[in-house]
């Protein structure tokens, strides 16, 4: 493999010395792009995208040719594992995804099983192959999945959910039955993980999107616990050099140091925690991720920059921070914002690191 040319990215979730604070966004391989408009509507469809690795790399390298980002991240989705369980997933306009066999009692279940990531979920080992390829060194390859807790949300319930009454009920109701479907789901993550980094994957990120709707002792006992036991069970050396874990639980700010104890790299925060409390609360122990709120980037470059600005003086001296966004950026955003974003973030973060 390549040797690789800006590694700030892996140094900073590991908090070693880097000349500038990395940058990336999540979602920066979508709608807001002209060209990823484009390559998405040559391939037909969003699973047809994903489903293509010469497509889900072309998609994955457009933002870093407009943008000076230190991190690519597989043009993927979280719901390719349950589809690989066959759940029968597709994405209906305007209505986001739906399963058509949602998983809602004992037989359901008990029908599940962990898709080989080399079978099933062979089109996406076979993206991260190409885009490593492709990526010649320039930055490393973020692999990810979702939490079995935020899969399970969407199995459960169908497709996307505001009350998740079908799954609490399941959670509440059957508690066995959900550890059962949570246990399985967390097994084919932690396969699938490691199938990327032998693929050629470099960082790992767990999206945990529904961890927050949960209540303390829930999210401790349904979402975190199956986090901790994914992240025990992944690899984390590749080509000589360790592979960080980044555990991302949107609306779990309040939660941060037994998140800190689950043994990921690096905590990913959304904008309603203040970067510097975060630090003060469980820096020691892990880097931290984020955490502009995305509509920041609706705004005029200049206030963009002045925002960018407070979140690095917040976090202050020194490694450890990779900046982002709370969550992904938004479909409607003008991508001469997001690049404004980028060029403040490496601008003004070279005084923290003298």
């Known amino acids: 493999m390549a040797e690789l040319k800006n590694d700030r990215f892996l140094r900073a979730l ?12 999540m979602r920066q391989a979508g709608r807001y792009l ?60 305007g209505e986001g995804p739906i399963f058509d066999r949602p998983v809602r009692t004992a037989a359901d279940v008990d029908k599940l099983f962990v898709p080989d990531p080399e079978g099933e979920l062979k089109y996406v080992m076979d993206a991260v192959r190409t885009i490593r390829r492709e990526l010649d060194g320039r930055v490393p390859l973020i692999g990810f999945s979702g939490s ?25 109701d059957r508690p066995d039955l959900m550890h059962k479907l949570l246990e399985v789901t967390a097994q084919a993550v932690t396969q699938y993980l490691n199938a990327q980094v ?40 590749a080509d000589g050099r360790k592979v960080p874990v980044v555990l991302f639980t949107k609306g779990g700010g309040q939660w941060l140091e037994p998140m800190a104890e689950a043994g990921a790299d690096a905590l990913g925060l959304d904008w309603t925690v203040d970067i510097g409390a975060a630090r003060a609360r469980v820096g020691a122990k892990v880097a931290l991720q984020g955490n502009m709120d995305p509509c920041v980037l609706y705004a005029s470059p200049e206030r963009i920059r002045s925002e960018v600005a407070a979140i690095l ?33 490496h601008q003004l973060s070279a005084p923290y690191h003298q």
Request: aromatic share 10%; with cysteine; net charge negative.
């Open 14 to 25: 590991l908090k070693q010395p880097v000349d500038v604070t990395p940058v990336w966004m």
């Open 34 to 93: 002209p060209e990823y408009r484009a390559t998405r509507t040559k391939a037909g469809s969003f699973m047809d995208l994903c489903k293509n690795p010469e497509l889900a790399c072309e998609v994955t390298i457009q933002p870093l040719e407009r943008f000076p980002l230190d991190a690519a991240i597989l043009f993927s989705d979280i719901l390719t594992v349950p589809d690989a369980m066959g759940l029968g997933l597709r994405f209906a306009e």
């Open 148 to 172: 079995p807790w935020t899969l399970a949300t969407y199995m459960v319930e169908g497709g996307s959910s505001k009350e998740f009454a079908q799954v609490k009920g399941m959670l509440y």
């Open 198 to 237: 032998d693929a050629g994957a470099q960082a790992l990120m767990i999206f945990d999107t529904w961890g927050g709707a949960l209540t303390p002792r829930d999210y401790q006992e349904f979402s975190l616990r199956y986090m901790a036991q994914i992240i025990a069970g992944l690899k984390r050396e």
């Open 313 to 345: 003086a917040a976090y202050g001296q020194g490694s450890g921070h990779v900046f982002n966004l709370g969550h992904g950026i938004h479909q409607h955003v003008n991508p001469e914002h997001a690049a404004a974003f980028v060029e403040a973030v």
